[in-house]
T-cell receptor
């Protein structure tokens, strides 16, 4: 049973437009969330995080929104650039583990 | 340069032939972990280590062993590999568990078991 879900396996967006990647979770004990970005043939790298005491965290072109009541978070990329094309994982630390979603492959088209 | 190094990056082997995937970090991190990535399943934790000589099972430990004799190294051992262990493996490290945002990954090791 996946505790972190990313229901869109892939997403295509035009360069310059907004990319919205979604993540849902089932465990109400999760209180911190992270987004990792992964290019082919590389390991995931940390992108942005959010604590459950906030509903928004912004870092340059990247903003993460958290809706605790809906157990939903989203990553917004504005404006999207071709270099943003990658797989994005939503994750939550839990105990001695990080629980990862299955990932969403973002393609930003020039 | 701060990094997590895994070897080999690519390996094709046959069922039952023991193999070891090495992992080394140069950041003096206490916490290290192994994950496998499979399509549609994300990253699943195999084993983790809080410090030298301290290891514990993650979500999918069956068929794997680990050891942590030195702080920098955390090898993953497949004593008798089977085809269902064909996967992409990542080693990761962190200064300490709980400091979120500081999980550093290696570049991955793609293993195929025939």
């Amino acid at each position: 049973d996946q505790q972190v879900k990313q229901n869109s396996p892939s997403l295509s967006v035009q360069e310059g437009r907004i990319s919205i990647l979604n993540c849902d979770y089932t465990n109400s004990m999760f209180d911190y969330f992270l987004w990792y970005k992964k290019y082919p043939a590389e390991g995931p790298t940390f992108l942005i995080s959010i604590s459950s005491i906030k509903d928004k965290n912004e870092d340059g072109r990247f903003t993460v929104f958290l809706n605790k009541s809906a157990k939903h978070l989203s990553l917004h990329i504005v404006p999207s650039q071709p270099g943003d094309s990658a797989v994005y994982f939503c994750a939550a630390p839990y105990g001695q583990n990080f629980v990862f979603g299955p990932g969403t492959r973002l393609s930003v088209l020039p | 340069e701060a990094q997590v190094t895994q070897n080999p990056r690519y390996l094709i082997t046959v069922t039952g032939k023991k193999l070891t995937v090495t992992c080394s970090q140069n950041m003096n991190h206490e916490y290290m972990s192994w994950y496998r990535q499979d399509p549609g399943l994300g990253l699943r934790q195999i084993y983790y280590s809080m410090n030298v000589e301290v290891t514990d099972k993650g979500d999918v430990p069956e068929g794997y062993k680990v050891s942590r004799k030195e702080k920098r190294n955390f090898p993953l051992i497949l004593e008798s590999p089977s085809p269902n262990q064909t996967s992409l493996y990542f080693c990761a490290s962190s200064f300490r568990q709980g400091l979120v945002g500081e999980l550093f990954f290696g570049e991955g090791s793609r293993l195929t078991v025939l």
